[in-house]
């Protein structure tokens, strides 16, 4: 059974920085793809960011503010966010599975979310 659980979000002011984290359960991570979804109220779940079991990586328009990485020795992944806006808030969650399904949001783990909020 593959469980994933996301930490390090919380409130941050605008301009700030925050590192999320998504550890894994099970023995598959290394050789799946990880993404980083995000929803806001009202709106569409969006993928925000992805890593191939190879290490490439996928980015929305962001200018650079995020960064995504893998450490499969701890099935960990991560979403280090820097230059955060208010309109970045929202939950944020990790998602394990083949690249297409996770570029299609239809991987089969998904964590529960951690909040981000952006605000002064």
């Known amino acids: 059974q593959v469980q994933l659980v996301e930490s390090g979000g919380g409130l941050v002011q605008p301009g700030g920085s925050l590192r999320l984290s998504c550890t894994a359960s099970?023995?598959?991570?290394?050789?799946?793809?990880v993404g980083w979804y995000r929803q806001a109220p009202g709106k569409q779940r969006e993928l925000v960011a992805s890593?191939?079991?190879?290490?490439?990586t996928w980015y929305i328009d962001l200018k650079g503010r995020f960064t995504i990485s893998r450490e499969n020795a701890k099935n960990m992944a991560f979403l280090q966010m820097r230059g955060l806006k208010p309109e970045d808030s929202a939950v944020y969650y990790c998602?394990?599975?083949?690249?297409?399904?996770?570029?299609?949001?239809?991987?089969?783990?998904w964590g529960q979310g951690t909040q981000v909020t952006v605000s002064s």
């Open positions: 998602t394990l599975g083949s690249l297409v399904a996770v570029r299609a949001g239809t991987s089969k783990y």
């Open positions: 099970g023995n598959i991570f290394s050789k799946n793809t």
């Open positions: 890593i191939s079991a190879l290490g490439a």
